[in-house]
């Protein structure tokens, strides 16, 4: 039982050993999302300072022959909250506006809190809780995956479990990292 114990503990620390130092938060990207409706989205984010983060996305959305544009625009908070299990995570609270315009225009607010981990050299992972005003008032557990294929450039894949009558999304897409 010692040695596997050891053994875990010596593997863990390599393991950690080999993660980023940092997570980049300027970042470019676009790709494919199934969310209300289906279509392409453009995304990106930037560092203001050490302890802010701007980001929008927006997206193009098809439901039958009605389309309609969804726009999210928030910034983040990097608390700087080190999780003893994994000190290179980066912790953060964001808010931000959530808007649909189309057939019919809606607008709302959304507040949340997020981790970003550099899991190793080539994967990160993301979780992030949110509240969202618009629609009908929902809560959004998101989860996703980038795979560094160069140290620039990632590809990722999210999903976002939604509560009540909101829709589950799932997105697929590539990212550039400056």
Do not use: C
């Amino acid at each position: 039982m010692k040695k596997i114990l050891i053994a875990s503990i010596a593997a863990a620390s390599l393991f950690s050993a080999m993660s980023h130092a940092d997570i980049r938060w300027n970042t470019i990207g676009a790709g494919y999302s199934d969310a209300a409706g289906d279509g392409p989205y453009i995304e990106g984010s930037y560092l203001l300072s050490p302890s802010f983060v701007l980001h929008a996305d927006y997206s193009r959305q098809s439901v039958g022959r009605a389309d309609f544009n969804v726009l999210d625009v928030g910034i983040n908070y990097l608390t700087n909250f080190k999780l003893d299990f994994a000190p290179r995570s980066q912790t953060y609270l964001t808010v931000g506006i959530d808007s649909i315009s189309g057939d019919a225009d809606e607008s709302g607010i959304y507040v949340g809190a997020g981790v970003k981990h550099p899991l190793t050299p080539e994967v990160e992972l993301y979780t992030q809780a949110t509240y969202h005003s618009i629609a009908d008032n929902y809560g959004s557990l998101a989860g996703g995956i980038a795979y560094f294929v160069s140290p620039d450039w990632a590809i990722r894949s999210s999903i976002a479990l939604n509560s009540g009558e909101t829709k589950n999304e799932f997105r697929f897409g590539v990212t550039y990292q400056f």
